[in-house]
């Protein structure tokens, strides 16, 4: 999967060798927010208190998902073409601890954390993408290029 992404980068990356269009890449983390299909089911899992905080070192850059309307729009008018830009939060975060986060913003007990190695014996894809993976990244040249600002969570 990372090779096509990166094969469709890089045809975006090179466009201008072939058209008068230079493109951009947009890296977008994790979206949450409103209207989010993912992020509506973990908030009602959590109402329900059925949402674990998952352990494991993984740490993925986050969106919401205001911010990436705002900064694609900035991309298109102020982005420069053949770059790359990181659409993220200022804080990458666990998966536990934006579990932990939701929780406490909707009243709810503190979440039980449940080991990674557990979840992987019942769902291998959210243990591996939520529990393991590390994807950081910085947004400070979409800061600086594109003159956008993620809204603090």
């Known amino acids: 999967m990372l090779a096509a ?19 951009i890449v947009l890296r977008y983390g994790i979206f949450y927010g409103p209207d989010v299909p993912h992020d509506e089911l973990f908030t009602r899992l959590a109402k329900w208190w059925a949402l674990p905080a998952m352990t494991g070192d993984g740490v993925a ?4 998902i205001d911010d990436v309307a705002k900064a694609t729009a900035d991309a298109i008018t102020k ?3 053949g770059q790359v830009y990181n659409i993220v939060d200022d804080r990458p975060q666990s998966f536990g601890d934006y579990v932990r986060e939701l929780s406490a913003k909707l009243g709810r007990p503190r979440p039980l ?4 190695r557990l979840v992987g014996l019942i769902a291998s894809y959210p243990a591996t993408a939520f529990g393991t993976t590390r ?3 910085s947004n400070a040249k979409a800061k ?4 956008w600002t993620p ?3």
Do not use: C, F, K, Y
């Not at 992404?5 to 493109?23: K, Y």
């Not at 850059?61 to 919401?64: D, K, P, Q, R």
């Not at 600086?144 to 003159?147: F, R």
């Open 5 to 23: 992404l990166r094969g469709m980068e890089q045809t975006v990356l090179t466009s201008g060798e072939h058209s008068d269009t230079e493109g």
């Open 135 to 137: 994807l950081p990244l």
């Open 61 to 64: 850059s986050w969106i919401h």
């Open 151 to 153: 809204t603090p969570r």
């Open 113 to 116: 954390p449940i080991s990674h």
């Open 79 to 81: 982005g420069r073409g």
């Open 144 to 147: 600086a290029e594109l003159d």
